[in-house]
């Protein structure tokens, strides 16, 4: 298995939450098998969330369409403030 982590400084979580669940990337068709939502305890306005695929390459695609066609676009990603962080994990246990 392999997971697609993101993190990033957000605005507003219930705005980018509305952006989330609108799927810009239909995340299913993209391979995703699940996702994790995750926010620090001490920073409301940080999100991690987690993507999992069955093949490296599926995240791949899906981090080089994020980019391409939702992070530089404020309707597509209202809330997002910077560059996201991303790293592509490769199941280990």
């Given at each position: 298995?392999?997971?697609?982590?993101?993190?990033?400084?957000?605005?507003?979580?219930?705005?980018?939450?509305?952006?989330?669940?609108?799927?810009?990337?239909?995340?299913?068709?993209?391979?995703?098998?699940?996702?994790?939502?995750?926010?620090?305890?001490?920073?409301?306005?940080?999100?991690?969330v987690e993507l999992d695929f069955e093949q490296q390459?599926?995240?791949?695609?899906?981090?080089?369409?994020?980019?391409?066609?939702?992070?530089?676009?404020?309707?597509?990603?209202?809330?997002?403030?910077?560059?996201?962080?991303?790293?592509?994990?490769?199941?280990?246990?």
């Amino acid at each position: 298995m392999y997971t697609l982590q993101i993190e990033h400084k957000i605005r507003d979580f219930d705005l980018w939450k509305t952006a989330f669940d609108r799927d810009p990337v239909n995340r299913a068709a993209s391979g995703v098998t699940a996702h994790r939502i995750s926010r620090p305890v001490d920073d409301p306005h940080y999100v991690v969330v987690e993507l999992d695929f069955e093949q490296q390459a599926q995240a791949e695609a899906l981090l080089a369409k994020l980019r391409a066609n939702v992070w530089n676009s404020p309707a597509a990603a209202p809330a997002l403030q910077g560059a996201p962080t991303t790293r592509i994990l490769a199941s280990a246990g």
